[in-house]
């Protein structure tokens, strides 16, 4: 089992910036690629962005390339989204989610756990 608990998340204006941090414990973190993804009311669940598990390889969806970054640091066992420039359209909650696995999926069904989500709200 992994557990995952998102943080950073709240209201912010168009154009400001938000750091979400997703901790993990449990299995050995070190083990999973990361993902995170979104979903915003009366849509589905989108992918935003991953990264491999040693860090080596990172994936954005095109509306958010060059304004967020994923990172990671396995010592302390957290992934983050630096979110910059953001837009009203980005508003959503926010989920990260592991997968046993060296590389990140677009596809949600791939991940094996998730965390409870984390309300981003861009105000315009």
């Known amino acids: 089992q992994v557990q995952l608990v998102e943080s950073g998340g709240g209201l912010v204006q168009a154009g400001g910036s938000l750091r979400l941090s997703c901790a993990a414990s449990?299995?050995?973190?070190?083990?999973?690629?990361m993902g995170w993804f979104r979903q915003a009311p009366g849509k589905e669940r989108e992918f935003v962005a991953g990264?491999?598990?040693?860090?080596?390889?990172?994936y954005y969806t095109g509306s958010v390339k060059g304004r967020f970054t994923i990172s990671r640091d396995n010592a302390k066992n957290t992934v983050y989204l630096q979110m910059d420039s953001l837009k009203p359209e980005d508003t959503a909650v926010y989920y990260c989610?592991?997968?046993?696995?060296?590389?990140?999926?677009?596809?949600?069904?791939?991940?094996?756990?998730w965390g409870q989500g984390s309300q981003v709200t861009v105000s315009s």
């Open positions: 989610a592991a997968a046993l696995s060296p590389y990140y999926y677009i596809d949600s069904r791939h991940y094996d756990y």
């Open positions: 449990g299995r050995t973190f070190s083990n999973y690629a």
């Open positions: 990264i491999s598990r040693s860090s080596g390889s990172t």
